[in-house]
């Protein structure tokens, strides 16, 4: 890259800060005002991505009416919009203010799991405001470090901006290439950290080779968590959301495995699944139903794999 195009992109960079760090300083009242503005037009002008949307919720609630998946999805269009102007607003937002709109009903189950200096991971699915997830720093034993996994965005502008937000609470955001080498300097420098994992998206197909049934559908599973966790040794918690009312959340821990090591292949991935679909179920417009989850289809040998796997279990 020469220094011409390094100079635009930090231009670029530079404006699309001022222009959210301008939007963080407004009062959640006006920021909500502006979701539901931003709504109308993504709903009912762009469209953005309503054919998938409806397709996702449909086969995943096939009991469901018509009229049901039709309110499920408007929304969810209101909630993606509110989750755009919460995760701007991360930017200028204090301790305090965080502390009540994101609540954490046990934070000590992951006191108690990384009292013996052993790591945890703390697993949860792009469900109500996943952004707001890393403030969990303000409830943890001191010294304990907090990272999260993400996948580098395309745009190197807003790439470095959700690097900037995801930051905001004192998180160590680690690229999702880096995070095994990452965790293991980490563990050799005698560390304790708490990285959150995200594994409810779509994996490459050249990685995918777990399947299982999710949301009513035949569904490719990310295991990367699964492997990390099982050479390293840690534990894994599972993160359950309920969205109270608009801008207020609270999250509740529970105990995937003490110490993965221990677990038979794939069971990790799937008691995470199963977690994450009870959450859905629940509340089902909080997902981020606008992922194209189920682009893969299984294969007849990939089918018969499955079918080999449950009938051992």
């Known amino acids: 890259m020469d220094d011409g195009e390094r100079n635009k992109k930090s231009i670029g960079y530079s404006l699309l800060y001022a222009v959210a760090y301008l939007h963080a300083l407004l009062p959640f009242s006006v920021l909500y005002l502006l979701s539901d503005i931003l709504y109308f037009f993504i709903y009912y002008i762009i469209r953005y991505r309503r054919k998938l949307v409806r397709r996702n919720i449909k086969n995943s609630f096939s009991f469901e009416t018509e009229k049901r998946i039709i309110s499920i999805e408007k929304e969810f269009y209101h909630h993606l919009c509110d989750y755009f102007v919460e995760t701007i607003k991360t930017l200028h937002i204090s301790d305090e203010e965080i502390r009540k ?109 777990y399947w299982t049934r999710f949301m009513n559908q035949d569904t490719v599973v990310q295991t990367g968590m699964e492997k990390i966790a099982k050479l390293l040794g840690f534990s894994i918690v599972y993160l359950d959301i309920t969205k109270v009312k608009r801008g207020h959340y609270i999250g509740k821990f529970y105990v995937i495995t003490p110490d993965a090591s221990n677990e038979p292949e794939y069971e990790i991935m799937e008691r995470y699944m199963n977690k994450l679909e009870e959450t859905i179920k629940k509340d089902p417009a909080y997902y981020l139903w606008s992922h194209n989850r189920w682009k893969f289809k299984k294969e007849p040998e990939e089918k018969l794999l499955s079918e080999v796997y449950e009938f051992e279990s």
């Open 101 to 209: 709109r994101m609540k954490f009903e046990n934070p000590e189950m992951i006191n108690r799991l990384t009292a013996s200096g052993n790591s945890c991971i703390l697993s949860l699915g792009h469900y109500c405001n996943w952004e707001w997830v890393t403030s969990i720093v303000n409830y943890l034993t001191p010294g304990i470090k907090q990272g999260l996994v993400y996948k580098e965005l395309h745009s190197k502008a807003f790439d470095h901006l959700f690097v900037r937000l995801r930051s905001s609470f004192k998180a160590i955001p680690i690229e999702m290439r880096s995070v095994y080498r990452k965790l293991i300097e980490s563990k050799n420098k005698g560390e304790t950290v708490v990285v959150g994992f995200l594994s409810d998206q779509r994996p490459p197909k050249s990685t995918g080779h």
